[in-house]
Structure formats: structure tokens, C-alpha cells
Nanobody
Framework: QVHVAESGGGLVQPEGSLRLSCTGS????????IAWFRQAPGKEREGVVC????????YLEHSLKGRFTISRDYAKNTVYLQITSVKQEDAAVYYC???????????????????WGQGTQVTVSS
């Protein structure tokens, strides 16, 4: 059973940037579709971006395209989420989720992902 753990969150200034990591253990992430979700206080969890095992990237929130970039380093069994030009509304707990069922596409439905990390907090403040 694969486990994933997020890291890289913290305090960032508006217009700053940061990179979140999602590292797998107990299994190789090459065989999983991977998605980043986020949940801000008082709001529902929303999908950010996902990547299938074949590398198909889908932005689950189109307004984030251009500032959010997903990338994979399978040598490190890690998927990254780069956030640039950070905005106040980016403050949230960010989760990565993985599932084996996404070969040529990936989903923005959280219920379709079997394995989740514990989340990493991103706080935006000057």
C-alpha cells in the first residue's frame, strides 16, 4: 500500500513563490495518477491540478493555470506543485492524492482517489 506525504508548506508573502512536495513510500508513484487538492478555511476542498501515469496534465481549476505547475521526479518518487505569484486566496491546506485508476486521464473528483496525504498548510501574509 502506497503512502504519500506532503511537505513544503509554510508562510509565504503575497507575490512570492513556493514548491510543495508529495513523496511516496511503499509504492512507486509511476503507477499512480496524482492530484493536488486544497481546502481553505470554511470552504470545500477543491481540485488544483492532476497528472495521469502517462503524463497527461489537467488543471482542475482553470484560473490557476499559469501560476500552478505540477511536475514529477520519479527518481525521488516525488511530485511537486510549484506556486508562483502567490495570492491571499491561495492560503489553504494542500493535499496530494493518488490512485491507480488514472492511466490516460486524471480526475478532479476527490472521492476517486484512494490514498491521501495529511496535508501541508500554506499561509499567505506580508
Amino acid at each position: 500500500q502506497v503512502h504519500v506525504a506532503e511537505s513544503g508548506g509554510g508562510l509565504v508573502q503575497p507575490e512570492g513563490s513556493l514548491r510543495l512536495s508529495c513523496t511516496g513510500s511503499g509504492g512507486t508513484l509511476t503507477t499512480y495518477g496524482i492530484a493536488w487538492f486544497r481546502q481553505a478555511p470554511g470552504k470545500e476542498r477543491e481540485g488544483v491540478v492532476c497528472v495521469s501515469t502517462t503524463g497527461q496534465i489537467t488543471y482542475l481549476e482553470h484560473s490557476l493555470k499559469g501560476r500552478f505547475t505540477i511536475s514529477r521526479d520519479y527518481a525521488k518518487n516525488t511530485v511537486y506543485l510549484q506556486i508562483t505569484s502567490v495570492k491571499q486566496e491561495d492560503a489553504a491546506v494542500y493535499y496530494c492524492a493518488v490512485d491507480r485508476n488514472f492511466t490516460n486521464y486524471c480526475s478532479g473528483l476527490s472521492e476517486e482517489y484512494e490514498y491521501w496525504g495529511q496535508g501541508t498548510q500554506v499561509t499567505v501574509s506580508s
